[in-house]
Each structure stands twice: as C-alpha cells, then as structure tokens.
C-alpha cells in the first residue's frame, strides 16, 4: 500500500482527510488484528470498509473510537498524530461511534441516554435538550420519543438515538458498526437516506459492513479488508464510473479472489411436488405467555413436510427462539399442539423428541449447544451422555466415543487438532460444524434450525447454507429461522414471517418473494 | 396496670426501633448507592466495624459523640478505599474482596481493643437527645419518635438527599449507567471506574456513620464483633429495595422493631431466651426474601468489573 502516496495527495484536492491512519497494527495474543493499515477518512464521504468477520473491522473501529490503542503505526487528526486515549477523547475529537451491539442504559429514557457524559455537578437539563435534539432530529426526519424507555425501542429506534446522540455531540466522524445486520430492508433505506444527509451537511461517515449490496448502494469510497490486512481501496471517482454489477464483481474479487457474482445471490428451486406430501411437523394454536424481554407466541400454526424448507423471518426477538424452544421441548407451551411424525409429542420431553427423530440446532452454540472445556468427543455426544454404546452402566467407552466422534469429524470436515480439543478453543464456523454432526446424526427426521448462519464468515455460511439444503433434499423436515432475508429467499420453499410472537403471513418462496416478505416484517416492525 | 404495661412496652419497642433501625438505614442507603453503580459491596460489614471502633475511640479520646461520627465516617471511607482500589480499579472479584475485608477487619479491630482496653469495656457519656418540640408530647409515639440523638433525623434526611441524587441528578444518572450498561456510559465519555469508586467511598462513610452510632450512641461502647451483621442487613436491603431509598427507610424500621423485640419483651416481663429473640430479624430476612426476593430486579452488571474493549 506504500505505493498509495501519489493516489493519495491527487485524492486531497477534494478534500483534506480528517482522519489519517498510517501503518496501524493491533496485535492480540495469537492474531494480527490490524496489519499495516492505511487509511484517510475525509469529510462529505461515505467511506465502507468491507469485510467479513475477523478482517478487523471492529478492532479498527475501537482504535478509532479510543478503546483500544495500536501497538504500531499513528492516528493523525486534522493532519496532526493523536494517541487517542479514552472514549471521552474521541468524542471531543469530535469522532462519534455507532457500536454493533447497542451502548444505550435500557433502564434510562431516552432524554435520560443523551444527557449521559454531560458534567457530572450539573443538573440533567432536559428543556434545552429537547429543543437541541428536536431541531436535529427535524433537519433529519427522525421521530424520536424522549421520554420512552430505551428498552422499550426497537433496534432502529435505539440506532437513530444513538445517531442523534453522536450529532448532537458535534461529531464531524460519524462511525456505524454493522448497522445494518439488525435491522429491517426499510430500516436499512432510511439508514440510506440519513447518511447521504449527513455527508451532504459535510460529515464524514464510516460504514462498516459485509454486505456487498450495501457498500455499492451506499458509499463514496470503499476499503476492504481482510484478515486484518488492508487489501483495496476503491476511490470515489472510480466508484461513480463503474455501475452496481461491475462493483460487486470488484468486491467479490478483492474479498474472496476468483469467484463472480454475489455468492449469497443463490434462489432456491422451486419444489411443486412437496404439496402432496403428508405434513411430518404440525403445530396448531402455540401459544406462550409473554415474559421479560420477549413477546411470547400467539396461535402459531404452521405445517412442515417431508423435503421442504420452512422459513420463519422476522425481526430478532420476535418468539422465534421462543418457538424453536417450544418445539424442541425445552420450554413448555401454554397452549396448542405440537404432532410430529403422526404422534401428539406436546407433552414429550426433549429426549423423547430427539430419540423420535426431532432435532433442533440452536443459535447459542457456545451457550446451551455446547460445554466449551468439554472435548469435541463428547460434545458431539452432549445429548446422549449416559447412553450406550457410548456408555455402558455409567462407565464411558473412550474408543466409542473417540471413533464415533473421529468419523463425524471426517465426514462434516471439522477443523479440529483433534477429537479431544476442547469444542471452546475452536472458531465459530467449526463449532457449528460439530453441532450439525450432532444433531444431523443417526435418526433425524425433521430439524429446527435457528440462526444457523448467525456470527460465521462467508465460507462457513455458505458451507452451512448447503448442508441445509443437502438435509431437505434427503427428504427431512426443516424449519430455518433466519433473521436474514437472502438467507431465507435461498433456501425456503415458503417463508412465514413472525412479529411479535404471531405469524403474520405466510409467501411462498417465488418472485416477489423478497417484497412480500420485507413488506410483512416492516409493516408491523415500524 | 394494663394501660401502663402496654404504653411502657409501646414506648420502649418503638423507641429501640428506631435506635436500632438507624445503623441498618444508613448501611442499606451506602449499599444501595454501591449496587446501583454495579458494585457488590460485601465489604459493608467490615467498614461498619471499622467505623464503629476508630469512631468510638475518637468519641472516647476527644470527648465528643461528633467528632466520633467523623472518625467513624474516616475509618469506613479508607476501608472503602482499599475496595474501591482492589475491586473498580483492578476488578477482583468482588466478593472475595468483600468477605475478606470484612473478617479481616473484624479481627484487627478485637485485637486492637483488646490490645488498648484489655478486658474492660470504657462507656461513653449518654448521648445528647434533641426533643422535637411540640411533637414529643403526643403520648406514646412522641417520646419514642421525637426524643433521639440528631444523627437520627439526618439519616432519615439522608433518604431524601438520596432520592433527589438518583432521579434528579447527573451524577444520579451516572450511577445508574454504570450499574446497567458500563460500556454505554464509558463510550458517552464518563470513567466508569471514577463513578464507581466514587459510590464506594460514600458506601464506606455511610457505614462508618452507621457503625459509629452503633457503638456510641446505640451501646454507649465498643465490644469486639458489635455490628453483628447489620452490614450484611444492609445488603439485604438494599437489594429489597430495588434502587429506593424509601424502601430502605421501611425496611430498616421493619427490622428495627424485629430487633427491639428484645428489649421491649423484658421491658414486658415476658421470659424468652434471649438467643431465640436474636434470630427474629434474620428469620425477618428469610421471609422477606421468599415474599419479595422473586421481584427484586438487580442492575445487570452488580458484580461485574468493567474491562474497557470487552464485548
């Protein structure tokens, strides 16, 4: 990138950079977060940085944002080199951060989150914010209730008072962490919008993603990053000059080399036959009482057969791991009933489903999927501990349970040092991996699948995508939960989408899919 | 006879709450303002103890019940020190920290009596009561409400001073966040380690104070292990309350009358050991915890030292 120089001082006539990155490195024990950075974020810019997960995206953006320190290289500010020191010392820089996960005190209002950072000897002064926040959020078109609870916000409610707070702060930087991954297709065009007004007010905006499709709608100039490293940079001009196509082609080679198109642009076949066939999951009038923090089920029915996919989308946190619990037993239902396989299971607990051939992959792998400091070996046995020929009167048969988990290993292609690492030490995608061996395993005849891709890099999703449809074309029932719409449009023959524990409507997977379903979540998220 | 019997019972149970309820006020006020901010002070204890002897042996040495309360407030707020440097700066883990504080304090403030006063107990002089006037002479109550020492009126002042701190204030919402959500108030620019050390140190005058009245106008002396337990009594609550002064005002009355018990039942003549009677407050604990301890709602990072860049 060295050679960048003379590229970079033709780019300064358009404007002078407020944040110059040279040469920065962030080591971790084990990993090269930040290799060699070079950066310049100018001001009426959308600047993308693009990359999957583990390209260091959000160890660049803590750099920025003063929560962690480079080991090498310099941060320079209006031209001048800055150690940024503290949170506190990036927003009077004047550099404001939108995190991935959302940084308001759900037990605070609104006006309460704002005036968080004020000196702490004032009194909160809610008049003179209101009428700051109200002008601000006039100018942007937002409609923000000061006096909510933040709790009580939806994701894209919580991201704009995050927005407004960064602004109201006199942010000339302007940094969203995946700002996008939660929110709805009309959410992401509003999000759109907000920032082509911004760099207009001559803001810089930093927007990280890894979706391809959003870097091309919304930047000004793209970096891509991977594996910490720094691998392209394409410059506004050219960007104008090239049209959506040929920019995600661009970003398809500088990410993941040869391949062409966007790899996630798969659409599912259609599957006419499965019609005819006997559902092999029902469930009629599920329901679950609200509880803290989720909004329970209401009279969910739905029908699975042999070989088809059903997707559930929808917003996170709408009942869906709820649902997925209900049906894997882990939780009971207050109502309704659950057949599988022509049998009432409602009342089975999980083990009785899971023996029947009921399997369920839950998106907290390293939660409830798996004990971390237990051996890939045995992990891939959780479910049936105690039980032979793993077992035999209590006592554990090693080679058993060594050769059981050696041929899942091959055969799922784990990445693992051996069968007796701890699962903990390995990365997402393999401990994913290891989950569907075991829920996949001897027997499976319908599986629940919830997130299944949720926090995996492209490669991992991918090879998971296709394990989903390799278990549906084995003729298994499959329930997807996804909260994320390419996801399901590749997968599902029909997609149901589920807001605030009721399904409000179930599309057939064909064209116009993807509008039908999008309008479905929007028109009950907003 | 039946009329005096249960007027002398009244006025001496009444007036035994409130004694006793002050030390429990005042630690469950320090508590609540530590938990708010996300610490579990379990170190309560120790820091009453502290404050109950270096506050007795100021009062006894210079001869004056306030200056005793300063010397209590002092020794708390270094014991709070050690905490806040140990727990919020480094982040050890909180309990550990807080138990061993407290049974080492225990024993260095034993030993060191032991070591000054050898087996003797010195009293202090009766503490100087301020009448309210006009309200301690209604019968019955007025003696027993309005006839104490002024540290009582300040700690039930100390509940409104509080209640403004926490809905009216800046710092109020600091705490708050710093309890909730530490990283949201980090990246807002407040240190979250300067709030929290902040809240402890109050924590360890506050139960200084409280232990200082335990010893010198409470008991009039010192005895080796004379907090028993109000500081954990505190903690109880504290996370009763769910963040509400006011709630710590009734709870610490509540308990009060519990530990009054004792005296007033042989004020009335009546013959319980005394060892039966002293379980009445933590058996009020119990049950308190099975009928409201499902409710409480804690702030969600109580016990969780903030390490900046952690997600």
New interface residues.
Partial sequence: MTAGSPNSSADSSIAEPIVTLSGVTKRFPGVVANDDIDMAIRPGEVHVLLGENGAGKSTLIGLLSGLIAPDEGTIAIDGRATQIASPRHALALGIGTVFQHTMLVPTLTVAENLLLGEPWWRRPRKESLQRRIEDLSKSLGIEIDLDALAADLSLGEQQQVEILRALSRNSRVLILDESTSMLTPEGIEELGDLMRQLVKRGLAVVFITHKLKEAAAFGDRISVLKLGRKVGEISPDRFRSLDHDQLIAEFVEMMFGKRSGDPEDVVRSPHPELRDRQPLLSVSGLTLAPARGNPGLNDIAFDVRPGEILGIAGIDGNGQTQLARVLAGQQRADGGDIRFDGKPVTDWPVHARRDAGLRYLTDDRLGEGTVGSFPVSINLLLKQIGDPPFWRNGIEQTAAIDAHARDLIRQYDVRTPSEHTPIGRLSGGNIQKALLARELAEGAKAVIFNKPTYGLDLANTLATRSRIGDVAQSGKAVLLISTDLDELLALSDRIAVLSAGRIVGTVDNEPGARNAVGRLMGGLAA | MDALFTQMFLGALFFGAITAAVPLLLAGLGEQMSEKAGVLNIGIEGMMIAGAYFGFLTAYQAESIWLGFIGGAAAGLAVALVMALLCVRLGLNQIVIGIGLTLGLEGLTALLHHIQFSRTYPRLPAPQILEIPLLADIPVIGPALFKHHPMVYLSVALVFVMIFLYR????G??L??AG??P?????????VATTRTVAVLATGALAGIGGAYLANVGAGLFVPFITNGAGFLGIVLAMLARGRPMWVLFGALLFGVSLALTTALQVAGINIPTDVIQMIPFLAVIVMLVVFGRRSSLP?ALGIPYQ??E?
């Fill in positions: 009216r204030t800046q710092f919402l600091n708050q966040a909730d959500k990283a949201a108030l980090d990246v807002a620019g407040v240190d969600a900046r860049g997600r």
